[in-house]
Structures are given as structure tokens and as C-alpha cells.
């Protein structure tokens, strides 16, 4: 991939790919969240500063039809604000509204377009609509990891039109740190495994038990784990579909010799509400009218010593429904455990993870906060992500 340093921009257009899907409101559209738009900050100073016309465009939501909710209009005002200067808008990102912003810009000239998904064509991977997005840059750039896993037109077949063609500095950083995790990680090197459902891991857990030393399993998913055991789960979140794939990761864990380790004791309550009666029990103690919501302070305690000895550290997905009190203790423990090895090299990736660090406070002490989350998912699943591949 080649590197936005080594592009020719100066003087150029460069239709630059960006992530600007925000967190907002959704019954006013203001922006809520604007991680996002900081994080492609570098890479079109980089740009402005080499005197490049940068023409940014971005997918926002899933509009059905021109939904004004989704506009990428007060995206373009909240960039200026941080850029400290004008940024032109296009009321589309095609056709006469876009070619006439394009053509006024001047060298150092910042411009927006319009939402990629108000035309059907951005999520065809369309090759017509790809050349007219093609008409608007002299060179291309893709900084938008967290739409590199799809196939669409602006990611993947604009790309090939472009001889010039660069990841920018937020894309490069994505994949370099992902690479090291997936090719030549240091260690030991523990990966932390969360969220709801066994069949969204299953993939990332039996790559992971490739090239990880150990695995630390969390969230609903375990469960489904504990069924794979003979147990009973209670009223637990599970999948029995996925028991016998369970029963094989465990077998496959056993025959590499690698360390998989599941909840020793877990926060069950009876409703799922906050602040909702709760207590401790041990693995296979669920009682038939509880179910699981958090794994317990043992596994906890026990989770953060594996942590605290690894050289590198992958978390994804959390471990209990953090979102509700007092169901977050063992999502904020390992937060808090990750951010406190400042010995290891530390990468958060999916959207509740990234969530949990920045409730938790520790977000300045992990090494890589990943923007994308179903992206840097199937990475390490050891997938080619189409948008990455277009750069090549």
C-alpha cells in the first residue's frame, strides 16, 4: 500500500475516502460524537499543507432515499470548526452540484460531498457511479478503515481508476498495528474475546487460536460455552445451535496447548435491568431463573493477571452488559487491567469495546483505539478487506 507521504498532491485534487459516519441524534441530527471526524484530521492537513483541493466523501447511516436526518451537511460545519477555516458542501456527491464545488476549489481548499448512500450505486459497488465519483480527483485516497471491509463503490471500485492511489495516515495505522497482531505479535500475547454471540467469533476465535498464546472469553457468548460443557445456563442469552462448534474450538484450544480460559463465576440476576437484584455464582451455578450479565470478580481477578504478563493485548467485544449497573464491574476490569500493562502493546477494536475504554477513562493509555470495528474484526480474521486490497 502505498503511503500518503509519497503521493504527489501538491497542486492536485484528491478525492480522499473518509469515515464521517458519526454518532448523533436521531430525531434532530445533531452530532453527538465527532471521534470520527478528528480522526481524519491529520491525514487533510497532511493534504492542505501540500497545497492539495481535497474532496472528501463518506457514506452516513442507512438513508432510504435522500433523508435529510443523514445529510453530511452538519458534518461539514462541525470540520470547519475543528479545521479553523471554510469547508465548501456539494448538496450531492455526483453530477453538476459536486463538479461545480470541485472546480472552484483552490489549492488548500477543503470541500465535502454529499452522502455516498442517497445513490443506490455506492453499495452496488457501481461502476458508473464509481467514474463520476473518478471525475472529481486527480488522485485517490482511502481513509476510511472502518468501511474497508465492504465492497462498495467508493472504497473498492473508484480506487482502480485512479493510477495514483494511497491509504491515508489513519488507514496506514490501522493496518500496521492489525498486521502485527494477525503476523508478528509480541509475547505472550493474550486476546480478550466478548460480546453476545458465539457464530460473530467464531471465525476471529479459531484464527486467534493460530497465533495467540492465550484467550480470555467473555460476554453471552460464554454460555454457549458452558452448554458445550453439559451445563445448564439459566435464562442466559446462548446460541444451541452453535454447541457442537463450541465443543470444537475447546478441542482445538486443547490440541495447539493454548491457554482458553471462560468465566469461573459470573453477576446473575433474574431481570435484566439496571440495578436489578444480582449476585455471584460460581460457572456452572446459574439457577434456572437467573441469567448471566457479567462475568464475576474471581474471573475478573483472574483475567487481570493473565493481562498483566502479556507483551501484547487484543481486546474485542465486551465482557457483560456494561451498559447497565451493576453489570459493567468486569468490562471496566479489564479496561482498566489492559490500560494499566504499559509494557504491552494494546489494541481495542469493535464499537462497545472502544465505548467501554472511553467510560472506563483509559482511553489515553491503549496503544490502538481501531475506528473500525466490523473491519478490524475480519482482519484479524485474516479476510482481505476489499478496500485495502484496492490500494495494493
Request: hydrophobic fraction near 45%; charge should be positive.
Amino acid at each position: 500500500m502505498k503511503k500518503l507521504q509519497d503521493l504527489n498532491a501538491a497542486q492536485r485534487r484528491v478525492l480522499c475516502r473518509v469515515d464521517f459516519n458519526v454518532s448523533a441524534d436521531k430525531k434532530t441530527g445533531e452530532i453527538k460524537d465527532d471521534t470520527r471526524i478528528v480522526a481524519a484530521l491529520p491525514t487533510i492537513k497532511l493534504l492542505t499543507d501540500k497545497g492539495a483541493k481535497v474532496v472528501l466523501c463518506s457514506h452516513y447511516g442507512r438513508p432510504e432515499g435522500r433523508d435529510p436526518l443523514l445529510s453530511l451537511k452538519p458534518v461539514a460545519e462541525r470540520l470547519s470548526k475543528h479545521l479553523g477555516k471554510p469547508v465548501a458542501f456539494a448538496s450531492d456527491c455526483i453530477g453538476a452540484p459536486a463538479e461545480s464545488i470541485v472546480a472552484g476549489m483552490k489549492n488548500g481548499d477543503v470541500a465535502v460531498l454529499e452522502n455516498l448512500r442517497y445513490h443506490a450505486g455506492e453499495e452496488d459497488d457501481d461502476a458508473a457511479f464509481a467514474a463520476q465519483l473518478a471525475k472529481l480527483g486527480d488522485v485517490y485516497v482511502n481513509d476510511a478503515f472502518g468501511a474497508a471491509h465492504r465492497a462498495h463503490a467508493s472504497v473498492h471500485a473508484v480506487a482502480k481508476l485512479f493510477k495514483e492511489r494511497a491509504g491515508g495516515l489513519l488507514m496506514a495505522k490501522e493496518v500496521d498495528y492489525l498486521s502485527r497482531a494477525l503476523l508478528k505479535p509480541e509475547r505472550p500475547y493474550v486476546v480478550v474475546l466478548g460480546g453476545a454471540k458465539v457464530s460473530d467469533k467464531i471465525k476471529v476465535i479459531t484464527k486467534m487460536l493460530e497465533v495467540a498464546d492465550t484467550i480470555l472469553i467473555g460476554g453471552a457468548m460464554a454460555y454457549t460455552f458452558l452448554l458445550a460443557q453439559g451445563k445448564t445456563a439459566g435464562k442466559s442469552k446462548v446460541e444451541p445451535d452453535f454447541v457442537q462448534m463450541a465443543k470444537d474450538i475447546m478441542a482445538k484450544a486443547a490440541s495447539l496447548k493454548k491457554q482458553f480460559l471462560l468465566p469461573v463465576d459470573h453477576v446473575v440476576a433474574e431481570k435484566f435491568e439496571a440495578n436489578a437484584p444480582n449476585k455471584v455464582v460460581g460457572w456452572d451455578q446459574i439457577p434456572e431463573a437467573s441469567m448471566a450479565l457479567d462475568i464475576g470478580p474471581k474471573t475478573s481477578e483472574r483475567y487481570s493477571a493473565e493481562i498483566a504478563k502479556a507483551k501484547m493485548v487484543v481486546w474485542n467485544g465486551p465482557l457483560g452488559v456494561f451498559e447497565l449497573e451493576p453489570f459493567n464491574a468486569g468490562t471496566f476490569a479489564v479496561a482498566k487491567a489492559i490500560a494499566a500493562n504499559g509494557a504491552a502493546t494494546s489494541i481495542v477494536g469493535g464499537g462497545e469495546s472502544v465505548a467501554a475504554v472511553k467510560k472506563a477513562k483509559v482511553s489515553d493509555k491503549i496503544t490502538h483505539i481501531s475506528t473500525g470495528g466490523g473491519a478490524s474484526l475480519e482482519f484479524l480474521e485474516g479476510k482481505t478487506l476489499p478496500g485495502v486490497a484496492a490500494l495494493d
